[in-house]
């Protein structure tokens, strides 16, 4: 049973920064895509970036492109989810997800849901 959990939400102003942490266990981690989603509240949960199991190609929506950031450590079973020059539309809360397939448009067939973390941008 695989388990994942987020960390490093919190609130900052505007312009600022985070830096969102996913710890992993997962049995064959490579298989999987690492991908972030946000839920704002009233609001769809929507892809925010994904990287794919070796690491080597990355994946944003339109509205993290030149923003954010994502990368993963396979030996720590990390993932992190940089992100700069943060909006008040940022707000949400953040979730990790691991999917066998990702892309610019999305993780499809999620296998695996983290809890969550509160990521708050004041104006």
């Known amino acids: 049973q695989a388990q994942l959990v987020e960390s490093g939400g919190g609130l900052v102003q505007a312009g600022g920064s985070l830096r969102l942490s996913c710890a992993f266990s997962i049995h064959t981690v490579r298989s999987y895509n690492m991908g972030w989603f946000r839920q704002a509240p009233g609001k769809e949960r929507e892809f925010v970036a994904a990287i794919s199991g070796s690491g080597t190609s990355t994946y944003f929506a339109d509205s993290a492109k030149g923003r954010f950031t994502i990368s993963r450590d396979n030996a720590k079973n990390t993932v992190l989810l940089q992100m700069n020059s943060l909006k008040p539309e940022d707000t949400a809360v953040y979730y990790c997800?691991?999917?066998?397939?990702?892309?610019?448009?999305?993780?499809?067939?999620?296998?695996?849901w983290g809890q969550g973390t509160q990521v708050t941008v004041s104006s």
């Open positions: 997800a691991a999917s066998m397939s990702c892309s610019e448009s999305g993780c499809r067939s999620v296998g695996y």
